[in-house]
């Protein structure tokens, strides 16, 4: 199988680092994706052990897209049957960029009519009642240059199901997981997120630190498919149980606001880690830190989340007040401020560009004094 794994973008070497770990290596990818050789365990494995992912699929065939008559016949030569059922409910979605077939709409049509024609074929049928589970397929179109992918995750991989309701400002657990890989905590040190909101951070730290795998209790749209073997599923799961452990690490999470508070503890219960993490209410711009040496990893509101330019700004200038206390700590935070080192008060050791959904953000990286 190809197997692609797709990522907000910014987070591509994140996931494939993450892969490496698991065992599958990366044989090429692009801004978004990562693709990966593997067979059915491999795609178990991405599918319920990846952290920063935010979905896998099966590439089923490339092509030159010169007209609609090629994507059909190369959408119809897919052996559709491994994957769908006469029952499916088939779903085409399309994306045409810098190509002669642009109109998106179009594609789908003509790649639906290609899957539909050859189940029917297959099936020796006439129609097809499309009542059953979805099988998402998507056709990607790059300066004339197609791709076909099924989905094999179903709804995306951020949706971890712990979420008792959503945040006002919320963080795909996606990318807070990768914040916190990122961030190179080993466990020793004390965790903190000063602006913990529904405690998304603090609570895939627990995750990550304790090998507990957020999707170990999912299912996947490919364990649906007529080709699918119980097998390697229920492998991996067991694999993913017995790494399960308590750490002991101390992660604390932080809010100014009792609700948010109340919140992460009951987010952090779902998740399975809440003995794991304390959430207390805090004031970012004057609490104290739990020691002299720690990690503060944190996604704080800005601009178009809950505060307007000048009141993030003056927010951060007292958190960089306060964290001048801690020249010992290492420091994560993501953020869309415009100048942000500025307000912040030092220039940032190291930042990257990050997406948070289709937001621009920066994490900016402070690095104690100890690892000088």
């Known amino acids: 199988m190809k197997i692609a794994v797709s990522a907000a973008f910014g987070l591509e070497r994140v996931v494939s680092k993450e892969l490496s770990f698991l065992g599958l ?7 978004g994706l990562v693709l990966i050789d593997g067979d059915e365990a491999a795609l178990a494995t991405a599918n319920i052990m990846l952290r920063s992912a935010d979905r896998v699929s099966l590439l089923l065939t490339e092509f030159e897209a010169l007209s609609f008559e090629d994507v059909y016949e190369a959408v119809r030569a897919v052996p559709w049957e491994k994957y ?3 029952e499916s409910k088939i779903i085409v979605q399309a994306r045409s960029v810098r190509s002669r077939l642009s109109s998106e709409p179009a594609l789908q049509s003509v790649a639906k009519k290609a899957v539909v024609d050859s189940l029917l074929a297959r099936v020796h049928g006439t129609v097809l009642p499309e009542s059953g589970f979805p099988a998402r397929i998507f056709i990607k179109i790059l300066k004339d240059r197609a791709r076909i992918f099924i989905n094999a995750s179903g709804e995306a991989l951020h949706k971890r199901n712990y979420a008792v309701k959503r945040s006002r400002a919320p963080l795909r657990e996606t990318l807070a997981a990768a914040l916190v890989l990122l961030s190179r905590w080993k466990g020793r040190d004390v965790f903190v997120d000063p602006f913990c909101g529904g405690g998304t951070i603090p609570i895939e730290a ?8 957020p999707a170990r209790n999912r299912r996947f749209d490919a364990e649906y498919w007529p080709s699918a073997s119980p097998g390697p599923w229920e492998e991996v799961r067991r694999k993913a149980g017995e790494e399960a452990r308590d750490s002991g690490c101390f992660i604390l999470g932080r809010d100014i606001d009792p609700e ?59 958190l960089g007040e306060n964290m001048a206390h801690y020249p010992r700590w290492d420091i994560s935070l993501l953020t869309a401020l415009d100048g942000f080192e500025e307000a912040f008060g030092r220039k940032a050791d190291r930042n990257r560009k990050l997406y948070n959904g289709a937001m621009k953000t920066y994490l900016y990286q402070y690095y104690g004094e100890r690892h000088g």
């Open 260 to 318: 948010m508070v109340a919140l992460s503890e009951a987010c952090a219960g779902r998740a399975g880690v809440g003995q794991m993490v304390r959430f207390e209410q805090g004031d970012a711009r004057s609490s104290s830190l739990p020691g002299e040496t720690g990690l503060l990893v944190t996604n704080p509101p800005y601009g178009e989340r809950l505060l307007d330019g000048t009141k993030t700004a003056g927010l951060m200038r007292a």
């Open 206 to 213: 627990a995750l990550i630190m304790n090998h507990i795998y």
């Open 84 to 86: 769908l059922k006469k």
């Open 25 to 31: 290596e990366k044989c090429g990818g692009e801004d």
